[in-house]
């Protein structure tokens, strides 16, 4: 959890403590977009310190006096108070005041409105299109909004774009410089700048489920919080007719079928299982049908985004009633057309996979070998060791599990490679 100090975790039950996180990481969100709408974005450091004191004052009360029966409601109104606190302190900061009459009512009337249900959705909503202005850095867009808007850590941003944390903290500077130097504004683009911020506006989306698919943090593999959280901005996506598009519905869709497997992939005692073990049975019917609903509306006659292909193989993943009954033909045509789209190393990974299945490991495994760019990468080598492990050569497959033990931090993959390294070496004698 970001920024909240150690002493105040140790205060809480467990059942205190992830409905903090739960709030964390999906109010203090919406807090900051609202904020930011009543401060401005000159003033977004005040924004984000008033959710965090908000934040913390749950976290001080809640082990103390019980969880309230309407925990959002309880936070609200503490961040409101704190907003017409400032107010009421600051009043000699014309830029802030100005746009509101100096009577105390007409302040705390002004900020009640903010506050209603269809405002704060309006405050997210232009948040995530001001994070994509023309004129904040195109480097630090995305970053920016995953830490201001998605409460990731720079921790988290760094692993998924393969960078440092320096580097994020960075373009994420850089971004709040431009923000305060253009006085850019909260509010909804017009069309044409709305279209063209859209695709920045998806990939934080979409980067931010990934963390909530396969998290950095050493001891959990899936966070649904963050998952979650990223299929509620799509939603707001798809509820603005402007926005509304074949490629928003089919990111909604991918997101259906990837989430509808989360319970199916760990077992009670938090171990990974693979997909050909997996329990079908546990695959979340509902949440597939819903992928179905939003598969109906993105596939057009023309593809035209990676999330369309995605959702599509995403599709025949969900549709398979067993890993033998898989279509790893149209999945395979379906990488292949990916590509077009992102050639990056990780889908030409995923697409190798696939291809084993249809042409077999031993004439795939050359190709893998010669792939790029994904030296420091704990999937690729583990990758190779199932290779191995198919073809019957455990000590090339041991090599390489070993390798990707020491690229992951995460407990629970470190188990997985090991019953794999013991399986392997077992098989030497």
């Known amino acids: 959890m970001n920024n909240i100090p150690a002493h105040y975790l140790c205060m809480h039950t467990e059942g205190t403590n992830i409905l903090v996180e739960h709030f964390f990481r999906n109010e203090r969100s919406r807090l900051i977009a609202t904020l930011a709408k009543l401060f401005g974005l000159q003033q977004l450091q005040l924004a984000e310190d008033i959710a965090q004191e908000a934040l913390l004052d749950a976290l001080a009360n809640w082990p103390v006096n019980g969880i309230p029966g309407n925990p959002k409601a309880w936070l609200y109104r503490v961040a409101k108070n704190k907003a017409i606190d400032v107010f009421k302190r600051k009043k000699h900061l014309d830029t802030i005041v100005s746009e509101l009459s100096n009577s105390a009512n ?131 996506l798809i509820e603005i007719p402007l926005t509304n598009l074949p490629f928003t519905n089919a990111l909604m869709a991918l997101m259906c079928y990837q989430s509808s497997r989360f319970d199916a992939r760990m077992d009670a005692d938090n171990h990974i299982i693979t997909l050909e073990n997996q329990d079908r049975h546990k695959w979340d019917v509902e949440l597939i049908n819903k992928g179905h609903y939003y598969i109906s509306h993105a596939i057009t006659r023309e593809i035209i985004s990676k999330y369309q292909v995605e959702a599509a193989i995403s599709y025949w993943y969900a549709v398979a009633q067993d890993l033998a009954g898989t279509n790893w033909a149209e999945i395979f045509n379906l990488y292949n057309l990916l590509i077009q789209f992102d050639p990056s190393p990780m889908i030409l990974l995923n697409r190798l996979i696939v291809q084993a299945r249809i042409d077999g490991h031993e004439s795939v495994l050359p190709h893998l070998l010669q792939l790029p760019g994904l030296e420091k990468n704990h999937l690729y080598y583990s990758s190779i060791a199932i290779f191995y492990q198919q073809l019957n050569q455990p000590a090339l497959a041991v090599e390489n599990y070993l390798k990707a033990m020491r690229l992951t931090h995460s407990l629970a993959e470190k188990k997985l490679l090991q019953d794999r390294i013991s399986f392997n070496t077992s098989m030497s004698f």
Do not use: W
Not at 139 to 151: H, I, N, P, R, Y
Not at 152 to 160: F, K, T
Not at 166 to 183: C, F, G, S, T
């Open 106 to 236: 007409a302040i705390e009337k002004e900020i009640d409105n903010i506050f209603l249900d269809d405002e704060i959705k309006d405050s997210q909503l232009q948040m995530l299109f001001a994070c994509c202005h023309p004129s904040v850095p195109e480097d630090g867009q995305v970053m920016f909004m995953l830490k201001t808007l998605c409460s990731l850590s720079v921790a988290e941003i760094a692993r998924a774009y393969l960078t440092s944390t320096d580097a994020v903290e960075k373009r994420i500077y850089r971004v709040k410089k431009k923000l305060r130097e253009e006085n850019i504004q909260l509010v909804i683009p017009s069309p044409q700048e709305l279209l063209a911020r859209l695709d920045a506006v998806l990939r934080a989306i979409y980067l931010l489920f990934n963390e909530g698919y396969n998290s950095s943090q050493p001891d959990r593999v899936i966070r649904k919080d963050l998952s979650g959280e990223a299929m509620r901005l799509c939603e707001l």
